[in-house]
């Protein structure tokens, strides 16, 4: 009986983001998961669990798409910039700016390792509501743009560029009040957000940089939240922004810059149903196009922030099974090598994802429901709650689609237990981008004070 329709559905190719398996899934005639060309079974035997696994081919047909939806909808210059947290590396940064993208940093870290995978910096634009003085003049001293998120942002960029005595290029990032029907932690767009200057702040705000010796606005941005289905939202959000390059002019402000952030949805599970990144690209870019043409304005450089429908399909984790706990007429707990603290999601967001077996990836030979625990501490460190396998036991590995998106990034070392290794996967070769953490790594950072030596 053939349960897993996900793994049987049609591929599309050109959209990543609605499918729920990188675009190379296959099962072999041994009927095993196989990844860009590579038997997972294989790949834990060589680089043990858990492991990230990343295909290089998805990835790239998800920046391909944004790209080209850009060059075919909008009539102007544009340009997709990744938000590099949702998976940040040198890896990743090299891979991204080899496909033309910019990318976003929200700290010096990830500032560093876009310079260090290669994206040049007048591609890379820096964020964050607490920019710390370091930060801001690492961003400035490498000529990359910052993106004015407050007041506090704005006094120091003014201080600096007086200090120089030279123009700086600014952009700044605004809340538009757009909600959308996504999970409260991650909405961003509306009123009540710590991110960004409030709509009617504006005019006070364009007056401010008016007074400035050096300050020149270069461009507006918005992001209005994540994991998002419709469309409407950033219809609207085009047609909101131009509205304020139009505002903007007023005060002598000429803003040719309009980047309207991330959001996109991906299929998580077979009910989710995003829009493709072309029906995407184009809503956003009839909005901003049709604003344009009836303020008579000159079209401005777009460019929107994809992180999520960018990397998330394209990343799995294998899993190894251990322990299993039945309790009678309650559940049955099957616990893995990995959990929250390589996918903190589960326990934050209570998010969902599919997974299988990889020794049986469609046949499920009975109707087992299982809980997916992690090893972890928590009795909240749950990845799946009720999930239908095949047959399995100790020893045997469980793949999760779809966590190419926060969870390498948002992951930690808690108990100690040490990060996964990372790899890419390719026409059949695997090759590593994250060495595996080691329990000694951990304690690198680790001071006993010399009495504390002493007293021992
Ligand atoms: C998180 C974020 C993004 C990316 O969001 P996705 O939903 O992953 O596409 C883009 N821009 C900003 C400012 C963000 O905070």
Same mark, same amino acid.
Not at 358 to 366: D, F, K, Q, R
Not at 402 to 405: E, F, P, Q
């Given at each position: 009986m053939v349960k897993n329709s996900f793994l049987k559905e049609k591929i599309d190719l050109k959209s990543p983001n609605k499918n729920i398996t990188p675009v190379t899934t296959s099962i072999g005639s041994d009927g095993k998961l196989s990844i860009g060309g590579c038997s997972i079974e294989e790949l834990v035997e060589k680089y043990d669990s858990p492991l990230y696994i990343l295909d290089e081919i998805t990835l790239r047909n998800s920046c391909r798409a944004y790209k080209k939806a850009l060059q075919k909808y909008y009539p102007g210059e544009s340009l997709p910039i990744y938000a590099s947290k949702a998976n940040s590396s040198v890896f990743m940064s090299n891979l991204i700016s080899s496909e033309g993208l910019g990318l976003d940093a929200v700290s010096e870290g990830e500032l560093l390792t876009a310079l260090k995978g290669g994206v040049p910096n007048e591609k890379i634009v820096f964020h964050g509501n607490n920019k710390s003085d370091k930060e801001i003049e690492f961003a400035v001293r490498n000529n990359i743009k910052v993106i004015v998120d407050n007041d506090f942002d704005l006094d120091r960029l003014e201080k600096i560029s007086n200090s120089f005595n030279h123009d700086l290029e600014i952009m700044i990032r605004f809340t538009p009040g757009i909600e959308c029907h996504t999970h409260e932690y991650i909405? &961003?767009?509306?009123?009540?957000? /710590?991110?960004?200057?409030?709509?009617?702040y504006l005019n006070t705000l364009f007056t401010k940089i008016s007074n &400035?010796?050096?300050?020149?606005? /270069?461009g507006l941005h918005a992001h209005i939240g994540s994991q998002i289905f419709e469309l409407e939202p950033h219809k609207d959000l085009g047609e909101i922004m131009v509205n304020v390059i139009v505002e903007a002019q007023k005060f002598g402000h000429n803003i040719e810059e309009l980047n309207v952030g991330g959001g996109l949805g991906i299929k998580y599970i077979e009910s989710d149903d995003p829009p493709s990144i072309d029906e995407w690209v184009k809503t956003v870019s009839n909005s901003v196009v049709k604003a344009c043409k009836k303020n008579n304005l000159d079209f401005p450089t777009l460019m929107c922030e994809p992180g999520r429908s960018i990397v998330s399909t394209a990343g799995i984790t294998i899993y190894k099974i251990g322990a299993f706990k039945e309790i009678p007429g309650v559940r049955t707990y099957l616990s893995v090598d990995g959990g929250m603290s390589d996918n903190p999601r589960p326990i934050t967001y209570q998010s969902n994802y599919s997974a299988c077996l990889?020794?049986?990836?469609?046949?499920?030979?009975?109707k087992n429901k299982y809980t997916i625990a992690g090893?972890?501490?928590?009795?909240?460190?749950?990845?799946?709650?009720e999930i239908e396998l095949a047959d399995c036991k100790t020893g045997d590995l469980i793949c999760v689609f779809?966590?190419?998106?926060y969870n390498n990034s948002m992951s930690s070392n808690y108990n100690r237990i040490p990060r996964p290794a990372a790899l890419l996967v390719y026409d059949g070769e695997a090759e590593i981008i994250q060495m595996r953490e080691s329990p000694l790594d951990l304690l690198k950072y680790d001071v006993l004070p010399d009495r504390f030596i002493k007293q021992n």
């Open positions: 909405r &961003t767009g509306s009123f009540d957000s /710590k991110f960004g200057f409030g709509i009617e &400035t010796k050096h300050l020149k606005l /270069k990889v020794s049986n990836p469609l046949n499920i030979s009975s090893k972890h501490c928590e009795s909240g460190d749950v990845l799946f709650k779809g966590t190419g998106a």
